[in-house]
């Protein structure tokens, strides 16, 4: 259907991942499939607001989809209608007044400390130099899988006492910096005395993504995999972006304020609503470190 071919081509030039470029491909499919059964054929110009609207009620009644998967389909037909707009198929966006649906916000999954040693001891024995500066960076420094996969070798600044990591700006995130500690350091140094060089001049050298694979650079999907193998092999539900969460637990826990996480992470305040309060063994510790005694 060309329709749908040009709205792939459309998400190609966007700044969102493979996944979530998949995922709304597959969304639309299921909506012009639901278009198709209405009108007995599909039209762009059947994209009509009752029609989006009566796909929600599909979804919710019908299919009984979940919160979350009928709000990310929603989105995804927002994308679909910007699509078609651009294209010149409609002049209006149908899909611009269909609300979401609430759901409970749950805190994200992160590791225990047990975990987070059982991971490590397990990276550290397999000893795969690049693994473990992935491991190291997602962990010490909760960076998403795509800010990972683009990071450029001109972007990390490492000397023996201090080290930063440059995240680029894109069009879904602000630029930052972020310091190194030195387990961070040491892990990207190791790794970069065994990396393979692909470039033929410094210059070149320079431009190169941080991590490569056994042919090219790594991807998202890459990085993905070997976070995942590790965690299948001690039972544990392990993705970068858990990582993530696990950074950004730890750092709450320390008592970090929450304008200085949003620096280091990207996230807005209102997204770290969701991370809740502190541990209660981390509130009790807190409560003691204050305690005057004779």
């Known amino acids: 259907m060309e329709v749908l071919k040009g709205f792939e081509k ?10 979530t470029k998949k995922d709304y491909i597959t969304d639309i499919k299921l909506f012009i499939g639901f278009i198709n059964k209405a009108n007995e054929g ?5 994209v009509t607001e009752l029609m989006t609207i009566g796909y929600k009620k599909y979804m919710i009644h019908e299919k009984v989809y979940k919160a979350s998967t009928i709000n990310r389909k929603i989105t995804s037909l927002e994308w679909f209608c910007k699509y078609l707009i651009q294209g010149g198929y409609i002049k209006e966006n149908p899909a611009e007044g269909l609300e979401t649906i609430p759901q409970q916000q749950i805190a994200p999954k992160s590791l225990k400390r047990v975990e987070v040693i059982r991971l490590f001891n397990l990276v550290f024995a397999v000893n795969n130099k690049r693994d473990i500066c992935i491991f190291s960076i ?3 420094t909760g960076i998403r899988n795509g800010e990972l996969a683009k990071l450029k070798l001109k972007n990390i600044e490492i000397n023996e006492r201090s080290g930063v990591i440059h995240i680029e700006n894109s069009k879904r995130y602000k630029s930052r910096t972020i310091s190194l500690n030195k ?25 190169e993504p941080l991590l490569v694979g056994e042919r090219c650079y790594m991807t998202t999907s890459g990085i993905y995999r070997v976070v995942r193998k590790y965690g299948d092999m001690i039972n544990i539900n392990l993705t970068p972006h858990t990582l993530r969460h696990t950074f950004i637990r730890n750092l709450l826990d320390q008592r970090t304020d929450h304008v200085t996480i949003s620096e280091i992470t990207g996230d807005s305040l209102e997204m770290l609503k969701i991370y809740g309060k502190p541990h209660r063994e981390h509130i009790e510790r807190a409560v003691e470190s204050i305690e005057i005694t004779n």
């Open 183 to 207: 387990d961070v350091r040491k892990a990207i140094s190791e790794y970069l005395k065994t990396r393979p060089k692909i470039a033929r001049s410094q210059k070149e050298y320079l431009e």
């Open 10 to 19: 459309y998400l190609q030039e966007k700044d969102i991942s493979r996944k």
């Open 138 to 140: 997602l962990y010490n």
């Open 42 to 46: 599909f039209k762009p110009e059947y």
